[in-house]
Nanobody, 124 residues
Framework: QVQLVESGGGLVQAGGSLRLSCAAS????????MGWFRQAPGKEREFVAA????????DYADSVKGRFTISRDNAKNTVYLQMNSLKPEDTAVYYC?????????????????WGQGTQVTVSS
């Protein structure tokens, strides 16, 4: 079992930055692929970014490429999402997720564990 706890959300003006963190329990964190998803009010949850167990492979949604960066620190059991040049349309609850296969995957149903989410609100 892996427990995931997100933090770092908040209210920011358009053009600003936030860094989300996702702390994982368990000694096998370094074996998991990790992903970030988000869900805006009235919308389906969507893929944002993913990173493989080693950090050597990453994927991004087209809507965040060039603005968001996913990274991980396996020694700290933590994955990060650096979000720059934020837009009002980035407003959502952001979730981190863990994939036991260890790959970087965009497929929501391939993730085995999910955090509770952290709210990000971008004002115009």
């Amino acid at each position: 079992q892996v427990q995931l706890v997100e933090s770092g959300g908040g209210l920011v003006q358009a053009g600003g930055s936030l860094r989300l963190s996702c702390a994982a329990s368990g000694r096998t964190f370094s074996m998991y692929g990790m992903g970030w998803f988000r869900q805006a009010p009235g919308k389906e949850r969507e893929f944002v970014a993913a990173i493989s167990w080693s950090g050597s492979s990453t994927d991004y949604a087209d809507s965040v490429k060039g603005r968001f960066t996913i990274s991980r620190d396996n020694a700290k059991n933590t994955v990060y999402l650096q979000m720059n040049s934020l837009k009002p349309e980035d407003t959502a609850v952001y979730y981190c997720a863990a994939d036991r296969l260890g790959v970087s995957t965009v497929q929501e149903d391939e993730y085995d564990y999910w955090g509770q989410g952290t709210q990000v609100t971008v004002s115009s």
